[in-house]
Each structure stands twice: as structure tokens, then as C-alpha cells.
Nanobody, 122 residues
């Protein structure tokens, strides 16, 4: 069992930056690939990006590529989502998720955080 807790959301103006954190507890963090997802208001949840359990490889959705960066610190059991050049369209609840996998990203994640709200004003 892995517990995930996101933090760092908030209200920011367009063009600004935020860094989200995802703190894990319960199992060896370095065994888990981490995915980041978001759910805009009134829309379905969508994939944002993912990071390999080693931290050496990342993968991003086209909509955030070049603006968002995923990283992790396995010693701190924490993954990060650095979001730059934010746009109103990035407004959503952001979730991190985990799966014990050797792949960069998974088609299904087993553990999810509760989400953190990000609101980007124009």
C-alpha cells in the first residue's frame, strides 16, 4: 500500500509558475513510477506526464511539453511537478499516482493522491 499526498496548488496569474509536490509513504518509493494527471472543471481526467522510478526518464503530454517538468527525490519519497508559463487552460485539480513498474509510464496506476487545485487567472 502506498499513500500519496499532493500539495502546492493555488491561485496564480497567467504566465506564472507553481511547483506541486507528491509525498509518498508506505512502501519503497523508488520502486514506483509516478504519473501526474489533471482534471479540468467539467472535463475528464487527463494525463500530464510521468517519471521513471529511477528519475532518469520522463514523458509529457503535448499540451505541457516545454512548460512542465517532472522530477523526483527518492531519498525524500517525493515527486515534483514544476509548472511554468501557466495558462488559464491549465486550471484543474492535479493528481499524482503511483504504480510499481519498470516502465516510464503505466496504462493503469494503482495508487492516487487526493488532488490539489490549481487555478490560473487571465
Amino acid at each position: 500500500q502506498v499513500q500519496l499526498v499532493e500539495s502546492g496548488g493555488g491561485l496564480v496569474q497567467a504566465g506564472g509558475s507553481l511547483r506541486l509536490s507528491c509525498v509518498a509513504s508506505g512502501r519503497t518509493f523508488s520502486r514506483y513510477g509516478i504519473g501526474w494527471f489533471r482534471q479540468p472543471p467539467g472535463k475528464e481526467r487527463e494525463f500530464v506526464g510521468a517519471i521513471h522510478r529511477s528519475g532518469q526518464t520522463t514523458y509529457y503530454a503535448d499540451s505541457v511539453k516545454g512548460r512542465f517538468t517532472i522530477s523526483r527525490d527518492n531519498a525524500k519519497n517525493t515527486a515534483y511537478l514544476q509548472m511554468n508559463s501557466l495558462e488559464p487552460e491549465d486550471t484543474a485539480v492535479y493528481y499524482c499516482a503511483a504504480r510499481e513498474t519498470s516502465a516510464v509510464f503505466a496504462t493503469k496506476y494503482d495508487y492516487w493522491g487526493q488532488g490539489t487545485q490549481v487555478t490560473v487567472s487571465s
